[in-house]
């Protein structure tokens, strides 16, 4: 069963999963799977029955659970890092705490195609994709959960085991580092100018116009100034709101449709390099927060290596500068409502 | 030039560095090259006037600077991320603020043989390396210095964009936000129990020998607790130091033939994995963080990939038990003293 530890030195939990070392390996290099219905693949329509049981999923025509007819599916993770198997801790030890890494750790299936990941679904498609997302994010969203995160993995450098594509919902009862370095930061910059960091980024890059990548009804994506890898980019919502849980509907299935277009400009200037990306919201945001910080979609490419620098100090070198970066993807037009084959 | 950019957000920097995108890219995948003597290597022995002149060298024949005859030799990166270059900063702006990535990016050679890095070079070769990396280290440390890191990328997925082996030394002017984790962490310990925690981690580590991977006279290897990877090794000195460069010269020639002995054990167990490892170490430490901060090597081989989660929370989920590692690299015997070839 996955424990948590605390590591004496930084107090930053680690997750130990064991058992998640019997996890499938991705079978090809490629980020793009040439079979189109691979006979090993869980995912695909048809293989219901090699998940765990489904806990959601879209079925237009009313078919049952766990059979074919479904356009997204959610399943709990078969080798779950984090669940609601409880044990016992002790959080005293100063050099061993430990506990139960409690939580959840779903997938969420993005289509029945085994070979079209977001940018190459149809935007029909990539809307319900982020409307079961929203969902599910809800759904983890109880009282004392320490962070609930969307992530995707997209090709086996970024993570991803399996290469059909599907997202994950990982809900813990432990905060995230990174979202709590978000929220101090965040809070600090609100004290310093008065407004929300996220807020004044949107007004100053649009009046700027050169760190813009798309812009959207609801959304706006840019190439951030600081921006840690090479084609970087971050999806703010314009409407202020501290926890992706206050989405309204028709903004989440806007969102599906916005990342699918940035997905594709990138994809346009780039092709097809693995990336991660992962939506940071803080859940149930209250006081304080619910003002200064602001949910965001960030999207990581991995066009080179996180290196020994990088993972000594934090410190991230860049070479492809954000401007540079904004330029060519903008430049590329977004793609058409309907899928298409990547090239 | 590089600039430093403050991201408003976490008041992180990142080092935008475009003329690094220059650099070569590593010509085999395989961590180990199979040309004992490529052409196009700038590193090589003979080809000194392919690097900026060097800094230093250790020249027991007494033959000039920038000749062959050299076991090891520093250079400046040819591509440098950190320099001495000055130019306009503007750390007032709360969304753009940006300054000169000021400080030193270094390579140091770890010996002239384009083959072998350090478990495979001769016990004595370990000691000329690890006294430079001390050198070099403690030439860095100036009044004022963020941080002065001495890294190592072996593999391409590690980072290495030259197959070459060889190290570098960063120093920067700005703090490096994980080593600020770092000392945070170990000063909240100290005040919880009165000791620094690396020295408690020596004694119990040693007394209950669950997590021991080799001891030394002057240091002890572990795997830590809370390993975030696989295979994970920290190498502590036994004497408390919160400097890397107070160590005696003695001591960092034996931390070169201690690490050789890890690196081998690692060898051994996994076989050519990439991976980095980093000395963390605060320069010139006074006050209370002399006391309960501890330098020490942390080594971060990559057997699986950083996936979302990790980037998106900071958590790791880490698959393989440190007392299973542990048991398994102290089972395996030490090098012998001399070069030998890699299986």
């Given at each position: 069963m996955p424990e948590l530890r605390r590591d004496p030195v930084t107090g930053r939990w680690v997750c130990l999963a064991p058992g998640r070392a019997l996890r499938p390996e991705a079978a090809h290099d490629s980020a793009i799977p040439p079979d189109a219905h691979p006979a090993d693949c869980p995912f695909c329509e048809g293989r219901e029955g090699r998940t765990p049981p489904e806990v959601a999923a879209i079925r237009p025509g009313g078919s049952g659970p766990n059979?074919?007819?479904?356009r997204v599916r959610v399943v709990p993770n078969l080798f779950p890092a984090f669940s609601d198997d409880d044990a016992d801790a002790d959080l005293?030890?100063?050099?061993h705490a430990h506990g139960p890494a409690l939580g959840a750790s779903e997938v969420i299936i993005?289509?029945?195609?085994?070979?079209?990941?977001l940018p190459f679904l149809s935007a029909e498609q990539a809307e319900l994709v982020m409307a079961t997302t929203s969902e599910r994010y809800r759904r983890h969203?109880?009282?004392?959960?320490g962070s609930v995160v969307p992530i995707y993995n997209h090709g086996r450098e970024a993570g991803a085991s399996l290469t059909h594509p599907h997202g994950q919902v990982y809900a813990t009862r432990v905060a995230s580092p990174v979202l709590d370095e978000e929220l101090r930061g965040a809070e600090e910059a609100y004290r310093g100018v008065g407004n929300c960091v996220f807020c004044s980024m949107i007004e100053v890059e649009e009046a700027q116009e050169v760190r813009l990548v798309a812009q959207a009804e609801a959304f706006v994506a840019i190439a951030p100034y600081a921006s840690r890898q090479a084609f970087e980019c971050w999806i703010i919502p314009r409407r202020h709101a501290a926890d992706f849980g206050e989405v309204e509907d028709e903004d989440a299935a806007a969102l599906g449709v916005f990342l699918r277009d940035v997905l594709w400009r990138l994809y346009q200037e780039v092709g097809d390099v693995p990336l991660n990306w992962y939506i940071h919201s803080l859940p149930n945001a209250t006081g304080d927060w619910s003002r200064s910080f602001h949910w965001h979609l960030e999207v990581r490419p991995k066009l080179t290596e996180i290196a020994g620098f990088e993972m000594a100090t934090g410190t991230y070198i860049n070479t492809t500068a954000p401007e540079s970066a904004a330029a060519m993807l903008s430049a590329h037009g977004g793609p058409s409502p309907e899928a298409t084959d990547p090239i």
């Open positions: 059979t074919p007819g479904w005293a030890d100063p050099l993005h289509s029945p195609d085994h070979r079209r990941w969203s109880v009282p004392g959960v």
